[in-house]
């Protein structure tokens, strides 16, 4: 699953740290796109040598104590985020899935980092916070994402949607300065909603069948 993640979000690397499980052809599938990542992987005997050359590593662990534990003191995904902007190399270390890292190897990072969840039950299953931390610094700092594939309007584009609800509301309204109110309010919802180009295209077409039947009737 976390071979998988590194392919959907651009990982460099994937470091095992004395692994207790072997890559088997149960592994591979269950890696599906990932398995490159899986086959690639450098397995290594000790924390310290995954984390050579790092400009800052960071241990994920769901538990958050008292203020006199040096080790334990959290820094939120969104402040990490920031935090590693303009680093070449971040390390990322999660631990077991049954009983996460060990003091010492809290000692070899950086940063201590934590996920903010439920204070009910925070433990996240390993896979989900490798998801979760993933997304959110793929989020920021990828040129370009699976999302920008999907075609944007250009402002020729808003300009004719907002001809048609100008012909519209000259159509409806007689009060010049409701007129003027309803279109300054109808061009800052099409714009703040952020419309694909098709989504705006139905909007022109619908305007304009409108306006057509409108101009009718009043022949």
Do not use: W
């Not at 040598?49 to 040096?70: M, Q």
């Not at 993933?134 to 808003?158: G, H």
């Amino acid at each position: 699953m976390v071979a998988r993640l590194c392919k959907n979000f651009e990982v460099d690397e994937l470091y095992l740290v004395k692994p207790k499980a072997e890559i088997n052809s149960d592994a591979i599938n269950f890696a599906a796109g990932g398995r490159e990542y899986l086959e690639k992987a450098i397995i290594v005997d000790d924390l310290e040598k995954a984390l050579e050359g790092s400009d800052i590593a960071a241990c994920t662990s769901s538990i958050v104590t008292e203020k006199s534990d040096p080790l334990r003191q959290p820094v939120e995904l969104k402040d990490f985020v920031d935090m590693i902007e303009g680093k070449e190399l971040v390390s990322i270390v999660f631990g077991r899935e049954s009983t996460g890292l060990t003091r010492s190897e809290l000692e070899k990072c950086n940063i201590y980092l934590h996920i903010g969840a439920s204070h009910i039950y925070p433990t996240l299953n390993l896979s989900h916070a490798v998801a979760i931390i993933l997304y959110e610094i793929f989020r920021k700092f990828s040129s370009k994402t699976s999302i920008d594939i999907v075609e944007r309007p250009s402002q020729e584009d808003f300009r004719i949607a907002m001809k048609y609800i100008a012909k519209a509301s000259e159509l409806t309204m007689n009060d010049e300065r409701q007129r003027i109110s309803a279109i300054k309010s109808l061009e800052r919802i099409v714009y703040r909603s952020n419309p694909t180009k098709m989504e705006l295209s139905y909007l022109i077409l619908l305007l304009r069948r409108l306006l057509k039947y409108a101009e009718k009737d009043q022949k």
